[in-house]
Each structure stands twice: as C-alpha cells, then as structure tokens.
T-cell receptor, first 112, second 113 residues
C-alpha cells in the first residue's frame, strides 16, 4: 500500500514567521512530489512540484526533497494570513503514471 | 471563464436514489479525472479518462459509472446512493496522460440522507 502521511495539524504560525510543513511517503520508488493548497470550501491548486533531491524555491515557497529519508517538506517564508489553508502533499510512484497519492493534508493557520 | 466546471455544487438526496454529476473543461486537456474527498480531507482518485478512454479505475463500487462523451466532458453517475457516498467529488483535468499537474473543478458536495 503506497501511503503518504502528513500531520493533520492544525499548525499555527505567527504572521511573518516561517511555516514548515512535512510529508513522508512509504514507496521508495516514488519519483515526483507535489504540494497542493486548498482553501476551505475550495478546490486544491498546485503550488509546488519537485523531482530531485535538494531545495526548490519559488517566491516565498521552498520545497525540500530527501529521497533517502523518504521525506518532502514545504517551507513558507514571511507567512501571511492569506497562506491559511490546508496543504496537501501528493506523490507519484512512476513518471507517466498520473495516479497521484495524496496525504490527508495539514491545516495551517497564520495568526496576525 | 471557468477552466474546469462541475455541476451541481451541492447535491442532497435520499439513500437509494440515483444521481449524476457533470464536468466540463475548456482547457483543451486530454485527460480527466474524478476524485473523492472524504470528511477528513483525504483525496483519492476514482477514475481517469484519456481522450474518452478509461485508463484508471480504482476499486470503486460498480454503482459508480463514469461516462466521457468527448474529451472535454466527464460525467459521473451514481446508482443506489448510500450514506457512505457522502463526500466532496472533484473533477480534474491535465494536459495529457502522464502530466501530473492537475487542474481541479470547484467540487460537488454530495450529502446522502
């Protein structure tokens, strides 16, 4: 059973601080990794993708991947109240197989 | 201009009824999906179609029957609704098979009473 695990939270972070969201996955053969953001009552939207070990930065967001530890994380710098949402980690075992396995999400609240 | 649109947004019905959810995408994508999100926010794939052809069918009860009349549309029909079918159903699309960037519709919240 391929699984993706996240701490469900809620995770509360003061405005302006760094929010750190973590995700572990069980299938060592996983190839591609994604972070989706879902506002309450809305649909998920892709915010980051990462395919190789290391860091990938996009604006205030940094995705980190460690395949040896089967761990992927999302850092949000200078957190804003508008970052308050549920963040879903998604993992794909094989390139070309678009069957993503999602985690249950971490609910993030930014406190003004 | 909504990219992936699904109707209805809310669906409240009695156990045993049959209902349908419609989905359309105007992105020109080849691949469409149905996902189910339960009350704990767990998002799980149900079906995937590529150019009207079924390519992924997870272990979903056969009461659920998807239909894709063309590559821009993927509808979901559910027979004999059960309490456990209550969830939010998301339609999604991607540019092509193997493209992992999904564009989701706004969801249909199904409540079975």
């Amino acid at each position: 059973q391929k699984e993706v695990e996240q701490n469900s939270g809620p995770l509360s972070v003061p405005e302006g601080a760094i929010a750190s969201l973590n995700c572990t996955y069980s299938d060592r053969g996983s190839q591609s990794f994604f972070w989706y953001r879902q506002y309450s009552g809305k649909s998920p939207e892709l915010i980051m993708s990462i395919y190789s070990n290391g860091d990938k930065e996009d604006g205030r967001f940094t995705a980190q991947l460690n395949k040896a530890s089967q761990y992927v994380s999302l850092l949000i710098r200078d957190s804003q109240p508008s970052d308050s949402a549920t963040y879903l980690c998604a993992v794909n075992h094989n390139f070309g197989n678009e069957k993503l396995t999602f985690g249950t999400g971490t609910r993030l609240t930014i406190i003004p | 201009d909504t990219a992936v649109s699904q109707t209805p947004k809310y669906l409240v019905t009695q156990m045993g009824n049959d209902k349908s959810i419609k989905c359309e995408q105007n992105l020109g994508h080849d691949t469409m999906y149905w996902y189910k999100q339960d009350s704990k926010k767990f998002l799980k794939i149900m079906f995937s179609y590529n150019n009207k052809e079924l390519i992924i069918n997870e272990t979903v009860p056969n009461r659920f029957s998807p239909k894709s009349p063309d590559k821009a549309h993927l509808n979901l029909h559910i027979n004999s609704l059960e309490l456990g079918d209550s969830a939010v159903y998301f339609c999604a699309s991607s540019l092509r098979q193997g493209d992992e960037k999904l564009f989701f519709g706004s969801g249909t919240q199904l409540s079975v009473l």
